[in-house]
Every structure is written in C-alpha cells, then in structure tokens.
C-alpha cells in the first residue's frame, strides 16, 4: 500500500510496519558532529619522555641484570659431513683447542649478553690459522655458543728456500696445505703422523716467465694446485692408486712424477691425459716387470705412446 493512499485510509505505514514514526524520524535526524580534544604539545612531550624513560629504564635493567650477564661459553662440534673427494682421516683431527677458544674469549665473560658484539667476537676467532668460519649463537639468559669451521688439509707441501731450490730431503720443511694450494700452517712431527701425500716443489715447478711478476708465494700456490688437480684425475681414473699415492713431484710445465705405494716404479704423467693412458699401463704393467725387472720410471704423457726407463746397471751388477 502506498503512503498516500494509507493516508486516506487514516492507516500509518511507520505503525503498520510495526515501527515509531518519531524514532524513525529522529534517527533520520543528522548527528551533532562530536568536538576532539586537541593535545596540547607540552603533553604530547611529556609523554614521549616518559617512553623513553622507561625503555632506558628496561635497557639498563638488562645491561646491569647478574642473571643476563655471559657466563658460560659452550664449545658446539660442527656438523659431521660426508667426506668428500681429497678428503683423509685427518680431517677428524681437531687443530683449535678449546682452551685457545676460551682464551680469546675472555673479554666477552661479564658483559651483557643482550649488547654482545658478535662480529667482534668472531673476528677475535679467526685469527688462528685452522679457522675458516665461526658460528656464535646466544643462548639466554648467560650462554654463548661457539662453533669453529676448520680448514681442511688435502696435502703436505715441502717448502722451498729463498732461491727456488728445494728444501733438503734429508730434513724437510713441511706446511699443510687446502685443497686451492694456499699454506694453512707449518706441520708439526710432535703432533705425530698424518696421512696426507706430499707435494714437492723443483726449482722448475716455480720458473713460470709467462706470468710476469707474480708473487712467489702465489706461483707456489698455482704449482700446488695443479697437483692436487693430477690428483684428483688420478681418484677418478683409478681410485686404487690414488688411495695408495703418497707423493707428487711438480717438474714444471704440466708434468708431475707420481709415487704409488706398491708400485715398484714412479709415472710420470700430466693431468689431461691421465684418462687415456693410464688403461694401456695397467694392462702391460705384468709384462712390464717380467721383461725389465727393475724400472727407474715410465713416461704415461703422451697418448699412445709409453716411454719405459730402465734401472741402469753398471759393470759391477749395481743399480744405478
């Protein structure tokens, strides 16, 4: 029904509908707009200094606090990790001694966790030359983690002396050294054996005129590592006789002079024919022996081709 014919009728649509036609009205009606109260600045300063009171209250709460203080520095092992190509029982042998840890640690024992500088306290870490990364986690209320990354050795380098010469074999200088070449630290007989290959350097292995004025330490680093690339071509032609090699002799220019244990001669080799001319030896090594004997050394460089020098023998029946 229409309003306007409700009116007529004398009926109201509004109580029809079952609704107050003067609260409907009002509500229609437009709301007073409700006055804010302004802030005044001297209020809105104030309680912005009592914000930073407090916050300044809390950080000294924590910075004076015995209970959030470093206590405890807790030593974590890292991760055992699957032993990888070049890798040796060695590299279960922990170099950095708890107590060396503690010790350079020791500025950080007294002071507030909560501030604690963990980049400085890594950088106080990787001074010793076996640490390759540091790990540090906070631990609250009072503990620090540390764990230490090692450098791993993949071999003994014989140093040289200031000439280029070889060190005498008789008494050798001996370095670990990583898997890029680089010298980590002197090795250390008193700490015992390691079963880890040699690297030696000739004076040729460091005659290098086509790198100009290279530092000597850097030529010695690239020798090193192209004879940890012989041997890894050697791991991957024949892993036997990688696992039983205990010497490389860098000769310089690409050539290296292999030293296999159980094997009666050495190889001279290089590292981009290893794949086609190891195979051939392996099947004429028998044959080898039967016909010379004794084998000063055999030259696998060159493909198809396999250069055999024989154990000289002088009128006496000495080898020489």
Known sequence: MSPHRAALLGFDPHLRRGVDASATSAHRMRRPAVRRRRISRWRRALMWTAGLAAAAAIGYGLWTAPQLRLDEIVIVPPRTAAISDGASADDAVRRVADDWVHQQLAFARGSALVTLDLAYAASALRGHPWVADVGLRKVPPNQLEVTIYERRPVALQQRVGPDGAAADAASPTLSFVDADGRVIAPFDPRRGAVDLPLVRLTP??????????????????????????????LARTRPAWHARLSEIVVLGGGDHRLVVQGMPFPLIVRADTLDTTLPPLERLLPHLLDRFGALRAVDVRFPHRLIVQPVNRSADGSRT
């Open 204 to 233: 040729n292995a460091l005659r290098r005129p086509h790198d100009g004025e290279l530092p000597r330490a850097l030529v010695r680093q690239r020798a090193v590592a192209d004879a940890l690339d012989v041997r890894a071509a």
